[in-house]
């Protein structure tokens, strides 16, 4: 079964614009996470997405926002980039919300933004 | 808000010795799930071995197993026989059995395998 997969892989950004990363969970995944890494705060929750309904939301500004799609893709989209933006976005997949089920990583999108 | 905190940013092991990676955390609530996730050079997320709050034995996978001490709110990595595959970025997770699939991760700790 192939893994979750995340695109683009990397992305060069200015400031003002705004990017679209995309991702594929798992086959007969349905829930959907969204994660932040960087140095200085480390890994910071986004969003969650089950059944197309947005169902957990980190302490993020409105300038970040997603959508799940009825095959369960998933997409973030960043709008008014700013330098602290930049960051590897990592997405993760499981079987139901709020079971007992682990999360797969996919292999995260590197956003830089000059 | 639960906090999860790894108190040792660096940690080193020679290849075929045991090392122990620390994992703290804060949460009021009583039903969770734990978490060690790796992440090679690759930054591809790895679940390493998860353990459930409503059981007292004590989660095993192969030469990785934990230490999971309820009351005192610790969670430490314990691999054995460490390998240079070993060498990753490792994050403890908490995930509240309320909140969905929310993932509440420690700073990191990054082991080093010495051949």
């Known amino acids: 079964k192939a893994g979750v997969t995340q695109t683009p892989r990397y992305l060069i950004k200015t400031r003002g614009q705004q990017v679209t990363l995309s991702c594929s969970p798992i086959?007969?995944?349905?829930?959907v996470s969204w994660y932040q890494q960087t140095p200085g705060q480390g890994l910071q929750f986004l969003f969650e997405?089950?059944?197309?309904?947005?169902?957990n939301k980190g302490n993020f500004p409105g300038r970040f926002s997603g959508r799940q799609f009825s095959n369960s893709r998933s997409e973030m989209n960043v709008s008014t980039l700013e330098l602290g933006d930049s960051a590897l976005y990592l997405c993760?997949?499981?079987?139901?919300?709020?079971?007992?089920?682990?999360?797969?990583f996919g292999p995260g999108t590197r956003l830089t933004v000059l | 808000a639960q906090t999860v905190t790894q108190s040792q940013p660096e940690m080193s092991v020679q290849e075929a010795e045991t090392v122990t990676l620390s994992c703290t955390y804060d949460?009021?609530?009583?039903?969770?799930?734990l978490f060690w996730y790796k992440q090679p050079p690759s930054r591809q997320m790895i679940l390493v071995i998860r353990?459930?709050?409503?059981?007292?034995q004590n989660a095993t996978e192969n030469r990785f197993s934990v230490n999971f001490q309820k009351a005192a709110k610790s969670f430490s990595l314990k691999i054995s026989d460490s390998q240079l595959g070993d060498a990753a970025m490792y994050f403890c997770?908490?995930?509240?059995?309320?909140?969905?699939?929310?993932?509440?991760f420690g700073e990191g700790t990054q082991l080093t395998v010495n051949p």
């Open positions: 993760a997949s499981s079987l139901v919300q709020g079971s007992t089920d682990t999360q797969y």
């Open positions: 949460t009021s609530e009583s039903d969770y799930y």
């Open positions: 997405y089950f059944s197309e309904t947005q169902r």
């Open positions: 086959s007969g995944h349905r829930s």
């Open positions: 353990q459930e709050a409503y059981k007292q």
């Open positions: 997770a908490y995930r509240s059995a309320a909140s969905g699939s929310r993932l509440t």
